[in-house]
C-alpha cells in the first residue's frame, strides 16, 4: 500500500462524487471514504488502515491547493462545503483521446469507476484524469 495508489483511489472517489453532487456543496465524511479504500487492501496491517485516515485529509488539502476543490472547512473526519472550482469541473468535462470515441468525460469515467468499486476501474479512471491534468499545464 503505497501513498501514490492511496491518493489515486481516494482522489477517484472524492472526484466522483463531487462531480455527481456538482453545484451543491457536498459534506465528505471520511468514515464512508475510508471503508471504500480500505476494503481494496486485503493484506494491509492496521497501521496501514490508520494510515489511510490521513491519506484521505491530506488529499483533499492536495487537491484544493492544485486548485481542483474548494474546501470551506476541515477537520481530521469530515469536510464540509467542498465543491469543484471551475477547473476541477472542466478537468471531470474534458473527453481524454483514449476514450473520445466513446465521448465519456473523465467525470463520467470516476463515476463509472466509483460505482464499479474495483481497483483496476479506480486507476483507469484516475489515470484518464492525469492525462488531462498534464496537458492542461
Known amino acids: 500500500m503505497k501513498n501514490p495508489e492511496l491518493f489515486d483511489i481516494c482522489a477517484t472517489y472524492l472526484l466522483a462524487?463531487?462531480?455527481?453532487?456538482?453545484?451543491v456543496p457536498a459534506q465528505i465524511e471520511y468514515?464512508?471514504?475510508?471503508?471504500k479504500i480500505s476494503e481494496k487492501f486485503?493484506?494491509?496491517t492496521e497501521d496501514d488502515l490508520i494510515h489511510i485516515y490521513r491519506i484521505i485529509e491530506s488529499s483533499l488539502r492536495w487537491l484544493e491547493r492544485s486548485g481542483f476543490l474548494y474546501l470551506g472547512h476541515i477537520d481530521k473526519?469530515?469536510?464540509?462545503?467542498?465543491?469543484?472550482?471551475?477547473?476541477?469541473?472542466?478537468?471531470?468535462?474534458?473527453?481524454?483521446?483514449?476514450?473520445d470515441v466513446q465521448r465519456e468525460t473523465v467525470g463520467d469515467l470516476l463515476a463509472q469507476a466509483g460505482k464499479e468499486g474495483t481497483k483496476d476501474a479506480v486507476?483507469?479512471?484516475?489515470?484518464?484524469?492525469?492525462?488531462i491534468m498534464l496537458v492542461a499545464v
Open 17 to 23: 462524487d463531487l462531480y455527481e453532487k456538482f453545484p
Open 123 to 131: 486507476i483507469r479512471g484516475i489515470g484518464a484524469l492525469f492525462s
Open 31 to 35: 468514515d464512508p471514504l475510508y471503508f
Open 77 to 99: 473526519l469530515v469536510a464540509g462545503d467542498v465543491i469543484l472550482t471551475e477547473k476541477g469541473l472542466k478537468t471531470l468535462r474534458s473527453v481524454p483521446h483514449s476514450v
Open 42 to 44: 486485503q493484506d494491509a
